[in-house]
């Protein structure tokens, strides 16, 4: 062999070439993002084993690993488990099931493809929904054995949902039958009568067995009666296509500042295209610019199309950052803060109504809410259904809104400005994933009613700055007892007060309120609005309520706004409050006649870092209220 000081130029400019065509060809070469879902043991895992067994993406030592492992989980003689090439997890191995969503790569000489395996069992479904967001294609895998099951079911309607628009419906372990047509037909009639609704593109039908390879990549002999694509067929050969946009998307990730000269925006153009000389947007606050230089990995450029990560440099510098979304200056986006959405509960922890989130919406981030539940969805039997609640795995269709108008779009228009997630500000995990169905008409034809006299003029007037002083404690603790006081003192010292007691405002605004968790939640958010109104009315506010969720008490404290909310824990032991007992509330509780009773059979969180700390049982009244008027100070 040559070395490459001994080889001539045309060697060189042969090689250059060969490599040159190597590269056109892989790029040539489109990637189909798809996924594989079902009930629990279709097969999902073992078929993905198989394509990538047939497709030749098993090195040596994985053929080694992979018949090890096949022997210490039970495979007799010299067979291999091919699902073992998946289920990755320990916890998959041992109880032969997915849990996890395994992404896989593989290709072959007509095309590339990113393969994600979703676990079958319903607690799962979560991880099926995300794996379900960014692919082309769904192989829903079905037991010839069993037939479609609910889960089933579920997953079809899941990749409907999430905007999959081509289904394998692969009819697995077909050699358990006996590799029998009517079984194979009765099935796909049953496939067709379900989805008939779901809005597929299209649906093919394949009779295979994942564990001899039947019809995967070879026509299998055992199969004369099916005259269709094998599954490598129909993959190499679907053709997907993504109609062009005619408008600009771009939501922004950062602002790139490398020195005191250069200032870009960077982000990926979700939609349509960017060339140097453009007049772009902010759509939030309406500032326009012109795009003066496109820089990208390779160089500048002048032109950047949709998919492309880039950096620009506008010709003036306007307020742009992370979270604004860039339009074209004459194709403005919509904006909206109430909006209309589908959602996949993720959590196990219950959604309710009222319950501040956040929303991760593109690169935008707001406070959400969800007002109100329209009606669950029963993917069984494709129903609507009531609920006040979202549990785990739920899919509801809901009411939204929104702390301040962001970008948005329908998410059958487009995935990045109509797909969301809402996040428990508390654990900073995701709890839903949400698909815009539409803008609510109330965003665009309610407005605020700007007016003549302000809290400031109310405030002068009234010689003192408005504000909130919220307790919070067990019942018993002293809650009502302390604010009646206070009240009293600053009623004396000639400052305007309201106390909004808990039983009081349950007789008259809130008497449509009961006390599941749920209705705290509202009851919750009502008081924390009528608090603000009065605050900006300039009076001082003192609400006392048990209020036991954190998260409520932390909407409260956002909506009022820190420097006008004070928080005063009125910490008092559950044994003495049950032993002062003024209602009887505990005593009924005690004998099961009152259920959600507070620290009995509904929990109550303290709080962390309260504002103010009165020892409910060593401090007595009058030093309690001193020690408050002491500590607060109103202008």
Known sequence: MRSLDQMSNQDLLSSKEVFARFQYQEQARDILRLITCGSVDDGKSTLI??????????????????????????????????????????????????????????????????????????????????????????ILLVDARKGVLTQTRRHAYLASLLGVRHVVAAINKIDSVGYDEQIFDQTCKEISSFSATLGFESITQIPISALHGDNIVRRAAHTPWYLGPTLMEFLETIKITHAPSDRLVIPVQWINRPN??????????????????????????????????????????????????????????????????????????????????????????????????????????????????????????????????LVLNDIAVCNVSLSRPLVFDSYSTSKTLGAFILVDRLRNATVAAGMIRHNLRRAQNVHRQMLSITRQDRER???????????????????????????????????????????????????????????RVENIRRIAEVAKLMMDAGLIVL?????????????????????????????????????????????????????????????????????????????????????????????
Request: charged share 25%.
């Open 49 to 138: 084993g198989r394509l990538l067994w047939e497709s030749q993406h098993l090195l040596d030592d994985q053929l080694a690993a992979l018949k090890a492992e096949s022997k210490r989980y039970g495979t007799q003689g010299d067979e291999i488990d091919l699902a073992l090439l998946v289920d990755g997890l320990s916890a998959e191995r041992e109880q032969g099931i997915t849990i996890d969503v395994a992404y896989r790569y593989f290709s072959t000489p007509k095309r590339k493809f990113i393969l994600a395996d979703c676990p079958g069992h319903e607690q799962y479904t979560r991880n099926m929904a995300t794996a379900a967001s960014s692919a082309d294609v769904a």
């Open 260 to 389: 005191a000269d250069f200032r870009g925006v960077s982000a990926t153009i979700v939609e349509g295209k960017l060339e140097v000389g453009d007049e772009v947007r902010v759509t939030a606050s309406g500032q326009v610019a012109r795009v003066a230089e496109i820089v990208t990995m390779d160089g500048t450029t002048r032109r950047a199309d949709e998919g492309a990560a880039v950096t620009f440099r506008l010709d003036r510098e306007i307020d742009v950052s992370r979270g604004d979304v860039l339009s074209h200056a004459q194709k403005p986006l919509e904006m909206s803060d109430h909006i209309e959405a589908t959602l996949i509960w993720m959590s196990v922890e219950a959604g309710l109504i009222g319950r501040q989130y956040d929303i991760k919406l593109a690169t935008q981030w707001a406070s959400a809410s969800i007002t109100s539940i329209k009606y669950h969805i029963d993917v069984d039997t494709f129903a609507h259904t009531a609920g006040r609640t």
């Open 461 to 519: 007037l009234n010689e003192h700055r408005g504000k909130v002083i919220w307790f919070t404690g067990l019942s018993g603790s002293g809650k009502s007892t302390l604010a009646n006081a206070l009240e009293i003192e600053l009623h004396n010292q000639g400052k305007r007060t309201y106390i909004l007691d808990g039983d009081n405002i349950r007789q008259g605004l809130n008497k449509d309120l009961g006390f599941t968790d749920a209705d």
């Open 543 to 635: 609400t006392a309520f048990i209020s036991p969720f954190r998260r409520e008490r932390e909407m409260a404290r956002e909506l009022i706004g820190p420097e006008n909310f004070l928080e005063v824990f009125v910490d008092t032991p559950l044994d003495i409050c049950e032993q002062r007992d003024p209602k009887g509330l505990y005593r009924k509780a005690r004998e099961g006649k009152l259920p959600n009773m507070t620290g009995v059979n509904s929990p109550y969180e303290a709080p962390t870092s309260p504002d103010f700390v009165i020892q409910g049982v060593s401090t007595p009244l009058a030093e309690s209220v001193k020690r408050l008027v002491d500590y607060i100070t109103f202008v």
